[in-house]
């Protein structure tokens, strides 16, 4: 069976690109080979330039999404699929393995599925990620994990909305990714995603991983990540990580494994990792330090412990000036994520905010724009069916919160300023 996966453009709409992989669908690729299947990963958002835009010039052309990205995209499909001749196409929508990332959109996918059903009605389509919507577009929608599941659902050509039943599937020997299948070679800068854990047991009221993994984290063993992070060194030249845990300190076992792996195979890799910044403690930051971890990113989100609340965070502001201190102790570089919104918040709030975050003197940081996802509980709270395309960087966003130029431009300066924590493996450019 030949199977074509797809990741539709999305940043190429606003003037930029992502080489990066998609784990969740990569992952799927490589499970599918393994069961026999001939498969060939199609990222459409890949571009052979290695100048990105900033953050903050994508969110100043997020009023004015790229249509023509789209239509090059078709007329592409259309081409490659007549002479690939897939049995069936998966299309993802977003990253289910990494759902905290910007990495799709609901509306760019369903245009894309539309017109595959369109030109090939015979062709089995298949949409997959933490961003779908029920829809009568694609032929199958599955929600969760379906690495195990998919290939036989596909066989059966199962049609509708199928809520993927295997919780807890076998990590320990998911394969090791490569590169063998990919339609667009990359660089080894973009193959720096890789993951020991999935899922988060914290309920972030913005998040999507709480639908996803049910409050469970799913792990393999900190042996089994550690020889992918060498198989990747020795076949393709990868030396800087990132490690896209949603909370790599939720175990401080498993954290202090895995550091300690690092320091006895002498690995020499640079790294950095996601971590919930209430869990932070001096053993974990004293392990963190000795295996050369290069960036703690920490989704501080607010520095008011109202927006706290409302954002469920389960901390307060008292407890992050509290850890922050440890890892300063021990000279850990710091990435903090800001997220923007509120429904009573005005512009005087922020500015107290600001100065907050300005004080913690971060050594890098990622301002977003709350964005009521779908399978979320802000979702629910405010019973919102508004997703704008660009996501998280999204004017249109900032005016559904009413935040003020003023305010964008002063947290978004806080971020350019500081410049990206993955700067000296990528080229960064601003347009304006």
């Given at each position: 069976?030949?199977?074509?996966?797809?990741?539709?453009?999305?940043?190429?709409?606003?003037?930029?690109?992502?080489?990066?992989?998609?784990?969740?669908?990569?992952?799927?690729?490589?499970?599918?080979?393994?069961?026999?299947?001939?498969?060939?990963?199609?990222?459409?958002?890949?571009?052979?330039?290695?100048?990105?835009?900033?953050?903050?010039?994508?969110?100043?052309?997020?009023?004015?999404?790229?249509?023509?990205?789209?239509?090059?995209?078709?007329?592409?499909?259309?081409?490659?699929?007549?002479?690939?001749?897939?049995?069936?196409?998966?299309?993802?929508?977003?990253?289910?393995?990494?759902?905290?990332?910007?990495?799709?959109?609901?509306?760019?996918?369903?245009?894309?599925?539309?017109?595959?059903?369109?030109?090939?009605?015979?062709?089995?389509?298949?949409?997959?990620?933490?961003?779908?919507?029920?829809?009568?577009?694609?032929?199958?929608?599955?929600?969760?994990?379906?690495?195990?599941?998919?290939?036989?659902?596909?066989?059966?050509?199962?049609?509708?909305?199928?809520?993927?039943?295997?919780?807890?599937?076998?990590?320990?020997?998911?394969?090791?990714?490569?590169?063998?299948?990919?339609?667009?070679?990359?660089?080894?800068?973009?193959?720096?995603?890789?993951?020991?854990?999935?899922?988060?047991?914290?309920?972030?009221?913005?998040?999507?991983?709480?639908?996803?993994?049910?409050?469970?984290?799913?792990?393999?063993?900190?042996?089994?990540?550690?020889?992918?992070?060498?198989?990747?060194?020795?076949?393709?030249?990868?030396?800087?990580?990132?490690?896209?845990?949603?909370?790599?300190?939720?175990?401080?076992?498993?954290?202090?494994?895995?550091?300690?792996?690092?320091?006895?195979?002498?690995?020499?890799?640079?790294?950095?990792?996601?971590?919930?910044?209430?869990?932070?403690?001096?053993?974990?930051?004293?392990?963190?330090?000795?295996?050369?971890?290069?960036?703690?990113?920490?989704g501080i989100e607010s520095m008011n412990n109202t927006r706290l609340e409302f954002l469920n965070k389960g901390?307060?502001?008292?407890?992050?000036?509290?850890?922050?201190?440890?890892?300063?102790?021990?000279?850990?570089?710091?990435?903090?994520?800001?997220?923007?919104?509120?429904?009573?918040?005005?512009?005087?709030?922020?500015?107290?905010?600001?100065?907050?975050?300005?004080?913690?003197?971060?050594?890098?940081?990622?301002?977003?724009?709350?964005?009521?996802?779908?399978?979320?509980?802000?979702?629910?709270?405010?019973?919102?069916?508004?997703?704008?395309?660009?996501?998280?960087?999204?004017?249109?966003?900032?005016?559904?919160?009413?935040?003020?130029?003023?305010?964008?431009?002063?947290?978004?300066?806080?971020?350019?300023?500081?410049?990206?924590?993955?700067?000296?493996?990528?080229?960064?450019?601003?347009?304006?």
């Amino acid at each position: 069976m030949k199977i074509l996966l797809i990741s539709p453009p999305y940043y190429k709409l606003f003037g930029s690109f992502n080489n990066r992989i998609n784990i969740g669908l990569h992952t799927l690729s490589e499970i599918l080979q393994l069961k026999g299947c001939e498969t060939k990963l199609l990222n459409l958002d890949h571009n052979s330039t290695d100048k990105l835009l900033s953050r903050k010039d994508i969110l100043n052309n997020s009023y004015q999404p790229d249509d023509s990205i789209i239509e090059e995209a078709r007329l592409f499909l259309l081409s490659y699929i007549e002479g690939f001749q897939p049995d069936a196409i998966i299309c993802s929508i977003g990253d289910i393995v990494i759902p905290s990332l910007d990495s799709g959109s609901p509306e760019i996918a369903e245009s894309i599925g539309a017109f595959i059903k369109q030109e090939f009605p015979e062709v089995f389509s298949i949409a997959y990620g933490p961003m779908i919507r029920k829809n009568k577009i694609f032929d199958l929608t599955i929600e969760g994990y379906g690495e195990q599941e998919i290939l036989s659902l596909i066989k059966n050509r199962k049609k509708g909305y199928v809520k993927a039943t295997i919780q807890n599937p076998d990590l320990e020997n998911t394969p090791f990714l490569t590169l063998d299948n990919l339609e667009y070679q990359i660089d080894h800068q973009d193959f720096d995603y890789i993951w020991q854990s999935r899922g988060c047991s914290f309920n972030c009221s913005f998040c999507q991983a709480p639908d996803i993994s049910k409050g469970k984290i799913l792990r393999r063993s900190a042996r089994r990540f550690l020889d992918e992070i060498e198989f990747r060194k020795e076949k393709y030249g990868v030396n800087n990580f990132y490690f896209t845990d949603l909370t790599f300190n939720a175990s401080t076992k498993h954290l202090k494994e895995t550091c300690q792996g690092i320091i006895d195979r002498n690995l020499k890799i640079d790294w950095r990792c996601d971590a919930r910044i209430d869990l932070i403690t001096e053993e974990q930051a004293e392990y963190l330090k000795k295996a050369n971890c290069n960036y703690v990113k920490l989704g501080i989100e607010s520095m008011n412990n109202t927006r706290l609340e409302f954002l469920n965070k389960g901390f307060t502001k008292e407890i992050v000036l509290e850890k922050i201190k440890i890892l300063n102790e021990y000279g850990l570089k710091k990435v903090i994520y800001i997220l923007l919104g509120h429904p009573n918040y005005k512009t005087k709030d922020y500015l107290e905010e600001y100065k907050y975050f300005e004080d913690l003197n971060a050594d890098k940081y990622t301002v977003s724009i709350l964005n009521p996802l779908p399978h979320t509980k802000l979702n629910r709270q405010v019973k919102s069916s508004f997703y704008p395309i660009a996501s998280h960087l999204s004017l249109n966003l900032a005016n559904h919160w009413e935040i003020t130029p003023e305010v964008l431009k002063k947290f978004y300066t806080l971020e350019t300023t500081k410049g990206r924590e993955d700067g000296n493996i990528r080229n960064f450019v601003h347009s304006n």
